[in-house]
């Protein structure tokens, strides 16, 4: 498959779109077509399990990659992940579908592809000739650079180097980055916000003189945020596992739509679930669901997208986002694909905060997507109530997901000619990678330690405790350091 970039620059192969994880004009890489998955696929796909399901549909667009090798490093990757299924679909008693991603190593859904992307980095560099060291750039609103540094830790030929807003992730996210080891690792927290951390990676990226002195010391930089397209691709499968599931399970007809709703923060997640409409899964809506930061919600709205506005946190930090990096692929399909288009408009953002669609792309961005919010309340009371009702423990994000998938049904059960479709609630972390919000959600008890949390959640619930969550506990801190935004240039070379 060929890829090209959303704002005009390069074609390259599946293997190149990983290996520099953005264009060199800043744009993104997309596929130059999205491939299908036929009728006769689907059925076959059935009888699979999640890392042959996933092979089947990554080998399209990675298909200078070996096939057996791509099916087994799927497997590797996937056998990290407790209990087997690395993307069960779980339905409470009310008759909702929670889709869990948080079985993985460090118990977040990022863990569904960055346990893969190392594999498609590594054989990536092979197949395009790359002989320096990779240097993995990461800016993280806590669960990505947890989950990147867990998978790349003292793999040969590459170094990482995460980057946290101070005082922006949960103290559970941030004692797992700093507790993390390798010898290839480096965590930073960095004064601002995440958009700050983004911003600061994404300007080294697109910097010659930084490239260049990166590449004195003998590396290549690649990404391992969403922005990456190898990112990007493993999250496309588990809505076809989930879809595939519910049709094996008989809760549906092959054909029949499902809607999907997705708490949202770089709009990566929910636009794997657009990609994979485009492939040809019978998705209805996709439920964009933000938390107090909602300038997505508005968007949606009102096709203006308009990033001046406050920054709140909130207690679904991973999701305190105000410019979601990956909305820009989502325009360049709404454009027609028109690349000056969407240069245009992203250089209007970085200029004024702001751009705003056509009326006939607002109106397909409204045949697919429907988006809402919920304060920082609403969420407490519907993990609660969840939990209280049904006996189903959900962490603060999925729960920002829930009330505004609740929301959607309501006003779908009003209108009598709104096709009766199943919901798919995506769950994006355990419980317990936010406990002390977690708990002070289901019992209104404030703790100030995360492993009092831990416990009472687990006395609570009875719900499992990860070994990744009860491993971080003796772990000596590694990772100290704080810098300003424009020291993490100095930062980094200090690290190489
Ligand atoms: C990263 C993350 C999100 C947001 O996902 P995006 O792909 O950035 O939209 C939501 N919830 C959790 C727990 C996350 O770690």
């Known amino acids: 498959m060929e890829f090209i970039g959303t704002r005009g620059e390069g074609k390259v192969t599946g293997a190149e779109a990983v290996v520099k994880g953005i264009a060199e004009d800043g744009g993104l890489f997309v596929p130059a077509s999205f491939p299908q998955v036929t009728p006769a696929e689907m059925e076959e796909m059935l009888g699979m399990d999640y890392p042959e399901r996933a092979a089947l549909i990554l080998k399209k667009y990675f298909g200078e990659y070996p096939e057996e090798e791509l099916l087994e490093e799927l497997k590797k990757a996937y056998s990290s992940f407790e209990d087997g299924d690395p993307a069960p679909l779980v339905k409470v008693e009310n008759g909702t579908f929670i889709l869990e991603l948080f079985h993985g190593p460090t118990c977040a859904f990022k863990d569904m592809a960055l346990s893969v992307l190392p594999y498609l980095l590594r054989k990536?560099?092979?197949?395009?000739?790359?002989?320096?060291?990779?240097?993995?750039?990461?800016?993280?609103?806590?669960?990505?650079?947890?989950?990147a540094l867990e998978s790349f830790a003292d793999k040969e030929g590459v170094k990482i180097a995460v980057?946290?807003?101070?005082?922006?992730?949960?103290?559970?996210?941030?004692?797992?980055?700093c507790t993390q080891d390798g010898e290839n690792v480096s965590v930073t927290a960095v004064r601002g916000n995440f958009d700050d951390c983004q911003t600061g990676v994404k300007k080294i990226m697109g910097s010659e003189k930084c490239r260049s002195s990166i590449a004195e010391k003998g590396y290549v930089i690649s990404s391992a945020n969403s922005i990456n397209f190898g990112r990007l691709a493993p999250q496309i499968c588990y809505y076809f596992s989930a879809y595939l599931d519910l049709v094996s399970s008989d809760q549906i007809a092959m054909g029949d739509r499902v809607d999907f709703a997705v708490p949202t923060g770089n709009f990566g997640n929910i636009l794997a679930g657009y990609y994979a409409k485009k492939m040809g899964l019978p998705v209805g809506t996709l439920i964009c669901a933000s938390n107090t930061?909602?300038?997505l919600t508005d968007?949606?709205?009102?096709?203006?997208?308009?990033r001046k506005r406050p920054f709140y946190r909130t207690m679904s930090p991973s999701m305190d986002i105000l410019v979601s990096s990956n909305l820009e692929r989502l325009i360049f399909e709404l454009s027609g694909r028109d690349a000056a288009l969407t240069a245009e408009r992203m250089r209007s953002l970085a200029q004024t905060g702001r751009y705003t669609l056509r009326a006939e792309e607002l109106k397909e961005l409204k045949e697919n997507f429907c988006a809402g919010w919920t304060s920082e309340d609403d969420t407490v009371e519907c993990v609660y109530e969840f939990f209280t009702e049904y006996g189903y423990p959900m962490d603060t994000h999925t729960g920002v997901a829930m009330h505004v998938a609740e929301q959607y049904e309501k006003k779908r059960e009003d209108d009598p000619s709104a096709e009766k479709r199943k919901l798919?609630?995506?769950?994006?972390a355990s419980p317990y990678k936010c406990p002390q919000d977690v708990l002070y959600a289901l019992t209104g008890n404030d703790v100030k330690d995360s492993f009092k949390g831990v416990k009472r959640i687990n006395l609570l619930t009875a719900m499992k405790v990860p070994e990744a969550i009860k491993s971080v506990r003796y772990k000596p801190i590694r990772f100290k350091t704080t810098v300003s935004a424009d020291k993490m240039f100095d930062e980094l070379m200090k690290f190489l």
């Open 424 to 428: 798919v609630v995506v769950s994006t």
């Open 299 to 306: 968007f949606f709205r009102t096709g203006t997208y308009d």
């Open 163 to 177: 980057f946290y807003p101070e005082d922006g992730v949960s103290k559970m996210q941030k004692l797992q980055m």
């Open 293 to 295: 930061n909602n300038v």
């Open 124 to 147: 990536g560099c092979e197949l395009c000739g790359v002989k320096e060291k990779i240097l993995i750039l990461t800016a993280t609103s806590g669960d990505t650079g947890k989950a």
